[in-house]
């Protein structure tokens, strides 16, 4: 059954291929053309900023003479005139390259207001943080890779579990990221916001680089990028020959290549002896405005956990702070993906058709409690899938007259399809005792949207918009009849954005937009729970949360970009991590209401000299005191208070630098807020420095006070060892990396 399914998958994604590349084999125009690449999936596209056009082939084939090279200097998009709301934005490649980086996931902590740590081995998926959530893995928040989501549904670990541990930052072209459901084009796993990661097309050169560090940090990167030939010239070209075929070259499709080689063993007592392989080939074709690009990626690591640990033990002193209560936890994962896209920008409108492949490997050992559910093997347990998943995504987009007003409507298809096999099992030293439970599963998520812009005035304009979503799921369960069966579940989300200005260079923004996650389908068909054999509550496949924000963006000052914005989130219910489940996964409590107030700034000093300062303030609570069992409403692990400095200084002759120190607050444990996990700043800072044009150097300082402070802390049950006593409501944290160098070497040719 499952090979016929996998059959099937593989013969979906294959035809879905070749349609892709039929309508790919369209004529690309080869000149420049003005206006800026489709606009990603989230993003709706003002019609006054819409591509005008190609210049016209005759009058470009008159200009023969060569023209000097013209170097244009970018600066931080401002988002004036371009955006749908205060809490939406663009990271550049030339911010992110500034950035010294613990974890390829740090790349996402330049989103202002999120925070990215980790509570196991750094194989694992990150620890996300961002507007009063705590997002485990990712339940709240998606993340797309050159297209293609990272979240996963019913995931082994954790419900919407996101492993970006195979991003390659160098290779980023920017980041573009929005919160709040307030967006159409948004989907499962965004209530509190998204990001798409756009990988470059070509580098500027190709480079060989090498990073060595503390704790055996060892980093190969090899990357480089080339234009295919088409044609090859004659042995005695004509100046017309010569013209024509510089002409083909600039339409040629280009290849880009990555391989990355990494292992570590950081600072811990049981090396994590961490081995990554992580490789990347992309071929595209054609302008920002219409081309088409196909991504193959593969990515495979394997790694000894850094589980939490108890905190009374390391104060005590029977535990150092980078110690194991188990040497046998870890894990290994791969990630083989197959993707494609094509787009077409013209003054009619645009669309975009995108569909990917992905199979996925997964297993996991962890042991949070230690010794308190199976005092003679100790509570280690395995949890393990294999997943196909294939999707697509089609957008189009055109401009038009409502009414005699400026108009444009866009809407979209989204469809997904995981066929997952997935096991629980009790181990002792990753060995198998016995298996909790096993199954298949099969996962459909459909979504249908519009969206329209309309610009009422040259000083109003609104977006509105609607998405229509459903999911259907299957599953068949080894451990217990009663838990196999079907569940589905639709729902409707409005979405409506008022934007008023600009005046003076600043813009108004009010949002309000329904959003959702879906849940587990393990938690909303099971009806015996497989570890305690206990019947199970209702849970409900999609889950609605509503946003709304009230912002302002602006740049009176020529050099300073700054946005404010106050938010509000609700949602019909509560996903908390159980970090002292022996499933390692969540659990469904009562409704939440999340409120607050983000502040970003970027200010360009001088032309060498750019200051980010951030600050996000969050108030997060259970709609209803004493709810889930528990006294009082504060959520656990819920971050109040995020903060970020950052200072870039470039180009200063051959030398720049970037420092960078980041707040994350105290925040509440326990539900009635009797625990409380300590703040931490963290400082990095990164030097460079250019030796000749080919040559580069760089040094990385990485929490360079060398502070201790926590990645991660809970409040839970366990039991240290056979013979104690078990510890009702104990913290256990994952501490934070101490002060470490690494030196890099990059030659570029």
Known sequence: MVWMCRGWVNHGVVAGLMLLAQWSSAQVSPGPVLGSEVAPSFSFQNPSTANTGAQNDDQRDTKNAQLPAVVVKGRAQNGIGSSDAASQGVISSAQLESMATLRPGDALQSIPGLVVTQHSGDGKANQYFLRGYNLDHGTDFATFVDGVQANKPTHAHGQGYADVNFLIPELIDRIDYRKGPYDAASGDFTSAGSAHVVYKKALDANVFDVTLGAFGYQRVLMAGSTALMPSKLSMNPTSAAVASASSALSDAPTLLGALELQHQNGPWLVAEKLQKVNGLLKLSQGTSSSGWSVDAAYYGSHWNATDPIPLNAVQAGQLPLYGSMNASDGGKSTRSVLSGERHENSDEGYQKVSVFMEHDTFSLWSDFTFFELRPTTGDQFEQKESRDAIGVHWTKGWSHDLYGWDSSSEVGLQARYDNIQLGLFNTQARRVLAMVSQGHVSEWSTGVYAQNMTTWTPWARTVIGARLDRVDMSMSAAENAANSGLASATQASPKLAVILGPWHQTEVFLSVGRGFHSNDARGVIDKIDPTTLASTPAIPALVSSVGSEVGVRSQVLERLQSSLALWQLKSNSELVYNADSNLGSTSVNGASVRSGVEWTNHYE???????????????????????????????????????????????????????????????????????????????????????????????????????????????????????????????????????QLRFGVSISF
């Open 605 to 739: 000093v001088t032309d060498q000299l750019l200051v980010d300062a951030d600050w996000a303030w969050t108030k997060a609570r259970y709609s209803n005191m004493n709810d889930n069992g528990e006294v009082g409403n504060h959520i656990p692990n819920a971050v109040g208070k995020v903060g970020l400095f950052r200072a870039t200084l470039q180009h200063l002759g051959p030398w720049s630098m970037g420092w960078e120190t980041r707040y994350m607050g105290a925040y509440p444990l326990t539900q009635d807020g009797s625990q409380v996990a300590p703040s931490a700043v963290v400082s990095n800072f990164r030097l460079k420095r250019r030796m000749n044009p080919s040559t580069q150097l760089s040094m990385d300082v990485l929490n360079v006070f060398n502070r201790q402070y926590f990645d991660v802390a809970y409040s839970q049950d366990y039991q240290v060892s056979r013979t104690s006593s078990p510890e009702p409501q104990g913290i256990t944290f994952h501490p934070g990396e101490p002060r």
